[in-house]
């Protein structure tokens, strides 16, 4: 799922990139490289900034 979530190389749109890394971080709460590419894609749709960021800070936690 998490590489479904690479909208530019799958040709999935933004939406549907969001919703494959979402499926991913539920497969593996702990794989940081799926929250820090749904900031990224929450950022790309225009979502809110503090929000866009809260699954790279969670993913920065992670890393620690």
């Not at 799922?1 to 709460?29: C, D, Q, V, W, Y």
């Amino acid at each position: 799922f998490a590489f479904r979530g690479m909208s530019g190389s799958s040709g999935a749109t933004l939406e549907e990139a969001e919703g494959h890394l979402r499926k991913a971080i539920e497969l593996n709460p702990t794989f940081s490289w799926a929250y820090s590419n749904l900031s990224n894609i929450l950022v790309m749709r225009g979502t809110k900034l503090e929000d866009a960021l809260l699954p790279g800070a969670t993913a920065a936690g992670l890393e620690l």
